[in-house]
DNA sequence: GCAATATTTATACTAAATCTAAATATAAAC
DNA sequence: GTTTATATTTAGATTTAGTATAAATATTGC
């Protein structure tokens, strides 16, 4: 039963994350913080962003981009990706249970967990170009 | 209506892919370059799998892990990997068309294609490990 | 064969993230 | 409340995966 030990800088990084619903990357919370007029080391940074995953405060998002993203939502959830525009929105629609046994079945694995990542275009980019 | 080039050096890499069912990264594309007695440039083996990609011929994977995998079968499907020794195969079980149209419903979006990433134990590995 | 085009090569460079060791800050012991 | 121990931050070097560049080589069209 670890102690969570929020000093200041990994507070500042947690409420940026909090406040941001965009799944922002490590180098987007470095521009944020500086917004705010905060700078902190870059190896802080990313040192912090480890730190709150390793508490399950925040979450990690590897979605096939360069970079990691970053998620105040640590309830199981998935996600999808604009083709055009980039944006990466909320999957709250469970993937089936019985996808899972089949591909446990068809596999020989004990199943721990999956990941999604959906691909398409947004409402928005839709609606505005053709 | 593009003819496919296919250079020594292509060919060799593309036999390579084809040949391996274990899903391999670039680095280990040249091991095995390597290990039949050919050397070609870091930037060769790069452009190569690159242009084997955008041919159709091979698939790129972004599992979520640093590295690119590669993989010779370019039918739709999906990936399992184990925790314990980080192996790669195949899911043949297409994700659900119902639960990609309840994504769509859910999130607005014109749906294009999604990859799913399993991750479990394999069935050696529970085999061995206790 | 000779010019035009494509590919390979070696090398430099980039981006994302980690590692290192010194400097600070925080907590525990006297 | 000073001293000692532990944890964290910082700046900078390092790593890893991959891309960009420009010269050298190979291939194709005439
Ligand atoms: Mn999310
Ligand atoms: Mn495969
Ligand atoms: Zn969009
Ligand atoms: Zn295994």
Redesign the interface.
Known sequence: MNKINLTTQRKAILDIIQQSHDHPTAAEVIERLREQGRQFAYGTVYNSLRYLTDMGLIREL?L?EAASRYDARTDEH?H?V??RCGRV?????D??A???E???R??????????????????EC?NSGK
């Open positions: 590897k096939g998935q999808i604009c083709r929105d909320e999957v709250l629609t993937i089936p019985a996808w899972l089949a591909v446990a068809e596999t020989g694995y004990a199943i721990d967990r999956a990941q999604a990542v959906v691909e398409g275009v947004c409402a839709r």
